[in-house]
């Protein structure tokens, strides 16, 4: 079936170094693109979103990339902050339908 | 502005026993959602409610069941919870059905021993 996917499970990163977390999609139908983080014992919290009509979009601190050719999904966070450390999930929407939610990435920031 | 919330927030069983986890939410959305999380593992749906007065099966609905009570609670309930039930439980919110991003409350740890 259609799923979402992660390339790595952890990652590690030095303080002020920037992160890159990459997930890979399988529905060539999606057009909507999430990016969650979840905090230790909280719920997931949206980061940025992109749409399929797009191929990058910037927030504070993070842009998020989609090449739909290869149909993967990339969060790159700048400067990576002691905060940042959590679990990143990305979630895909097909035409309306519910969001499909990767497995995870859990990005580790060594100070 | 508390968004979507959550009670209990953790929870202990007994295999049998049955409970019900509340779900509330003040945005004024019309989708509701319940999920679970286990260790290692994506959020699987379990229902969902496109608006007040519909249900409807997500991918992992055995052992459950549901109720949109009105337009801001939406509750989930374990009739004979079972170990393989233990897991954290996400109650969200959106508007419209399956669009603009979730917004989660902060889980129920549930375990069943």
């Known amino acids: 079936g259609e799923s979402v996917g992660l390339h790595l499970p952890t990652l590690s990163v030095q303080e002020g170094d920037n992160s890159i977390i990459n997930c890979a999609y399988s529905?060539?139908?999606?057009?909507?693109f999430i990016w969650y983080k979840q905090e230790s014992g909280k719920g997931p919290q949206f980061i940025i979103d992109?749409?399929?009509?797009?191929d990058k979009r910037q927030g504070q601190r993070v842009t998020v990339l989609l090449n739909k050719t290869v149909k993967h999904l990339s969060l790159q966070i700048a400067a990576t902050q002691p905060g940042d450390s959590a679990v990143y999930f990305c979630?895909?929407?097909?035409?309306?339908?519910?969001?499909?939610f990767g497995g995870g990435t859990r990005l580790m920031v060594k100070p | 502005n508390a968004g979507v919330t959550q009670t209990p927030k953790f929870q202990v069983l007994k295999t049998g026993q049955s409970m019900t986890l509340q779900c509330a939410q003040d945005?004024?959305?019309?989708?509701m959602y319940w999920y679970r999380q286990d260790p290692g593992m994506g959020l699987r749906l379990i229902y969902y409610?496109?608006?007040?007065?519909?249900?409807d099966k997500g991918e992992v609905p055995n052992g459950y069941n549901v109720s949109r009570l009105n337009k801001r609670e939406f509750s989930l309930r374990l009739e004979s919870a079972a170990p393989s039930q233990t897991s954290v439980y996400f109650c969200?919110?959106?508007?419209?059905?399956?669009?603009?991003?979730?917004?989660f409350g902060s889980g129920t740890r549930l375990t069943v021993v």
């Open positions: 969200a919110s959106s508007d419209p059905l399956g669009g603009y991003g979730y917004t």
């Open positions: 529905n060539s139908a999606s057009d909507y």
């Open positions: 992109i749409r399929s009509n797009m």
């Open positions: 979630a895909e929407n097909n035409a309306g339908n519910m969001l499909t």
């Open positions: 945005m004024n959305h019309n989708s």
């Open positions: 409610s496109a608006s007040e007065g519909t249900t």
